[in-house]
């Protein structure tokens, strides 16, 4: 990437490297394609090449010539953060340094159909869950590489996977699922609509019926694309689940929309009665303008939302339209009621431009005149082939101590993956890791905190593994 591109745009230590802007339509998330059609022959590279983070240097030096305003804008602010920086610089932590880490993707298995979600239960170490978008989940075993059979789980008479963004999305195994074998797929019903329910594994944990299932939260989605799909379990024991603004035209009014549950994250307690849930008392709307399942609103198609493990903190990637793809960093600390900025920000910047351009300073006051919008701690751009985020992981893996603390993140177009990590000043730092041939629909994380890319054209489960340059 010319040197003079990189001098023109950095932002957070994202290369940004062409001055052109693409604003052509791109696919707001992952779209299958066929193997061997991964970028064009000039960008393409081997996964864990030499000249795989080609960009660092320059990244660096970039960083500390063009991110100032950036820099600024990303210091704690604020008591939450103040405490979370704090609690993260207590131990003897040393800021993750891309120079000295080659990252690369090694195959654990192969066979898949379209995975597009892949966790650990918490309970057997040797088992990643993988889902597949036409609606079984597969039980990978991590020593042999070799999948269960039959699978964990066949939901496929029920879920419409025709949409790209359509089909089972996610799996979420309850805290307690060693004892009580409970867990949460998020998909699209045969109607259309986003179903969160509830799946009940039998004795040895090997199989759950599909005859038991539960539906928990019914969505309508207005159209095809941006259905979020994300279920997790935040630290504090609670369901979180992601919710797209529901695509087609204007579909990002329901971010902001105090009647929809489209364009949010939503936090629900699944320990009440059976077959429903009930919303925690300490939700940030319960009392407020939005519905009381809302914890954040203003989000566009978070596709992929985690957890760090370590710290608690939520990271939320939400796809872009069609400039800026962005990670939300929320400190453990939050009580929630972010407002992420969609439809008025994408990324870091003014979306709309009717309603003005950033400013010269990297000001959002022309798009966010009240500054209610949660800025992201990283972003790029539709550049040299990028065009939709698959959030990761923040790596907690004892396989590689020198990723400890970086989120890990990649472009489904691109197959580029990036670290996002913030040092110990609480300033976060971006930089692209490898750039692989992967069409890494999301990534997976094991019980071990071991991280691992989903090829969805492949079918292949790819660790991520790193060693010292
Ligand atoms: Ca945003």
Redesign the pocket.
Known sequence: MPAVALAVAVVGGSVIGCAAVRQRAMPAAPTPRAPGTVGSPGERRDVGGTDDVRTTDEVRTADVAATSAMTALLQPTDAATAMAVAAATRTQWTPFDPDETHVSLETIATGLDEPVHATGDGVDGQRLYVVEKAGTIEIVDLASGTLADPPFVDLSDRVNSRASEQGLLSVAFHPDYAANGRLFVNYTRRDGATVVSELTADADRRRADPAGEREILVVDQPAANHNGGQNAFGPDGYLYVGMGDGGGSGAGKNAHDPASLLGKVLRLDVDGPPGGYRVPADNPFVAGDHLPEVWAV???NPWRLSFDRATGDLFIA?VGDSTYE?V?WQPAASRGGED???PD????HCHNAADGADGADGSLAACDPDGR????VAEYRHDDGNCSISGGHVYRGRRYPALDGVYIYADYCSGRIWGAWRDDRGRWHDAMLTDSDAAISAFGLDDAGEVYALDMAGGAVLRVVADGR
């Not at 920000?345 to 870091?348: A, F, L, S, T």
């Not at 919008?373 to 992201?376: A, G, I, K, N, S």
């Open positions: 203003g989000l566009r939400d962005e939300n992420y900025g969609w920000v994408e990324g870091d919008t949660t800025r992201p």
